[in-house]
């Protein structure tokens, strides 16, 4: 038996999941995707539909990762049937600037504390919150993200800290 096109997005998101991935705005793309292939009566990905859909998007990083999503699925869902086609480069190619990342130095880290400091105390604990995280950030290159989602529980008996929902 063969399944929904919108079936096999779930699965497939499901797998990546499992595996440690969010997968938010893709998993919302190729749901799209999806319902729009079944809305044509598609049982399989075709790189003409994906061309098609991907282009629909208003920009070019967009259209990029619109064609990279399904080109993933594709790929997964080829290794079981072989109608599903796999995806050739992106033609979309799109030049994304990212900034290099800035790195402080010791002497702007401690003058960030030195302002967490000084921090009006409008709730118990807020100055020592701010000045922990600002070092605890510093020390360990924690995301912001990775830092607010500690728990106690997350330090280990060793001084290990067990981070939990990391981008990788």
């Known amino acids: 038996g063969w399944t929904m096109l919108p079936d096999d997005v779930s699965r497939y998101l499901t797998l990546r999941r499992a595996l440690g991935y969010q997968l938010l705005r893709p998993g ?14 598609e049982r399989y ?9 991907a282009a629909m998007a208003p ?5 990029h990762d619109r064609w ?6 594709a790929r997964f869902l080829h290794a079981e049937e ?16 990212r900034p290099p990342p800035y790195i402080y ?3 702007e880290i401690a003058g960030m504390m030195e302002a967490a400091r000084r921090l009006r105390p409008t709730y118990p604990l807020r100055r020592e919150v ?3 995280l600002i070092g605890l950030i510093a020390a360990t290159g924690l995301r912001i993200s990775e830092a607010l989602d500690l728990k106690i529980s997350d330090v280990r008996p060793d001084g290990v800290l067990h981070i939990r929902r990391t981008k990788f």
């Open 59 to 63: 920009t070019p990083p967009t259209r």
């Open 130 to 132: 701010w000045v922990t």
């Open 68 to 73: 990279r999503n399904v080109g993933l699925l």
């Open 82 to 97: 072989p109608r599903h086609e796999l995806l050739p480069p992106s033609p979309f190619r799109s030049r994304r600037f």
């Open 28 to 41: 919302r793309q190729l749901r799209a995707f999806a319902a729009w292939a079944q809305e044509r009566e």
């Open 45 to 53: 990905v075709l790189a003409s539909s994906a061309l098609s859909w």
């Open 105 to 107: 130095s010791p002497a």
